[in-house]
């Protein structure tokens, strides 16, 4: 089989063919239709962050595709049934993160993609408790950005506590902008979306965004606080000037909900301010198998459009490019 491997940080990806990876206990196999293509492969590829991945890798976080073996211990999943393999490849299931709820910060998860090997290939593993079955009827292309774009912004949406009527502002449209504006405005919000590309204000548009900013030009923070201030920000462009004006455009009472993680960021925030006007500053983590669920469900019923274009899994490097220039509106998904 074919997959896009990282060797070297900062390295192109090279496409080697290797064997097809045999499934373990608990594991399945899936042949992969689809990969959507995250920011965060690009940071894994660049080993951006202070936990770093141990090339060789295969990158890819967003792998959709038919179940093709089962090792031992799968039950629950069958030969020919169409699966997601989310970033969250597995988690330990007993410490008290996985017990309440909250599985995204258990301290044993394996990330698909980053600590082994993930969907940028003709074939993947996946831990069968963790593969996220894929409803009918949803399109394996769009069900790719679901899985790490759409699961990620709708547990955003949800950590902000968005309410009908409040202003949402989404820094950043991008593959997981997109998303974002829909769950702001499934959840009743008045979105304001903010980017510095022409194009993906217009898509913001065309998705319900109520308000456009252009970061280009506008001043985010007095755009925001002429229409009162934000009640919740959520931070998804990879940078760090994006943070601080999300920041500073909250009203009192606001949430600034951090998502996209620039390499080396850090944000300063003025105590006093944060403090009188009881500002909330939350990191957000991709989101459960319920939050996947949900998110497909909401597909499935047509309530999102997901937005992305079909390219070869040879034209990886290419599309990364692609994706730094800001050319991509708003997600590529490889087909290996
Ligand atoms: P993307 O490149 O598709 O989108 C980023 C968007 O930000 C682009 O539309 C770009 O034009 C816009 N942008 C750039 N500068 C801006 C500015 N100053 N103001 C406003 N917009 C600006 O990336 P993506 O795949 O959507 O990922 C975004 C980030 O989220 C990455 O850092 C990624 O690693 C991170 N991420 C985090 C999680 C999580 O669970 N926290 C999950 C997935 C991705
Ligand atoms: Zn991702
Ligand atoms: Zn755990």
């Not at 967003?62 to 089962?70: F, N, P, R, S, T």
């Not at 003709?122 to 790719?144: H, N, Y």
Request: hydrophobic share 45%; with cysteine; net charge negative.
């Amino acid at each position: 089989m074919q997959a896009a491997v990282v060797r070297a940080f900062g390295e192109p990806l090279v496409l080697e063919d290797r064997p097809d990876p045999e499934p373990g206990p608990g594991q399945i196999r899936i042949r992969v239709e689809a990969s959507g293509l995250c920011h965060t492969d690009i940071h894994a590829a660049h080993g951006d962050w202070p936990v770093k991945p141990q090339p060789p890798f295969v990158p890819g976080h967003e792998g959709v595709g038919i179940v093709d073996k089962l090792g031992p211990g799968t039950a629950g999943i069958s030969l020919g049934q169409r699966v997601a393999v989310p970033w969250l490849g597995r988690a330990c299931g007993s410490c008290e993160h996985c017990l309440s709820g909250w599985e995204t910060l258990c301290e044993q998860q394996v990330n698909t993609g980053y600590s082994t090997d993930g969907g940028h290939a003709q074939k993947s593993l996946a831990w069968a408790r963790f593969a996220q079955p894929v409803p009918d009827g949803i399109d394996p292309r769009e069900a790719a950005p679901l899985t790490c774009a759409g699961v990620t912004t709708y547990k955003a949406v949800k950590v902000a506590g968005v309410r009908p009527a409040q202003l949402v502002a989404v820094s950043g449209i991008g593959g997981l902008g997109h998303l974002a504006v829909q769950y702001a405005k499934i959840a009743g919000a008045t979105v304001a979306a903010v980017d510095v590309t022409d194009d993906k204000l217009a898509l913001a548009r065309e998705l319900g965004a109520d308000l456009l900013i252009d970061a280009r030009k506008d001043d985010v923070a007095a755009v925001l606080k002429a229409h009162g201030g934000a009640h919740a920000a959520i931070a998804l462009a990879v940078d760090e000037s994006a943070f601080a004006a999300a920041y500073a455009g909250l009203r009192r009472g606001g949430k600034l909900v951090m998502v996209a993680l620039p390499a080396g960021g850090t944000v300063q925030l003025p105590i006093f301010d944060t403090v009188l006007n009881g500002t909330s500053v939350i990191g957000s983590i991709v989101g459960t198998r319920q939050d996947l669920a949900e998110v497909f469900q909401l597909h499935a019923a047509g309530r999102t459009r997901v937005i992305y274009e079909t390219r070869p899994l040879s034209s990886v490097n290419e599309s990364i490019a692609d994706v730094l220039r800001g050319e991509i509106t708003a997600r590529v998904v490889l087909e290996p």
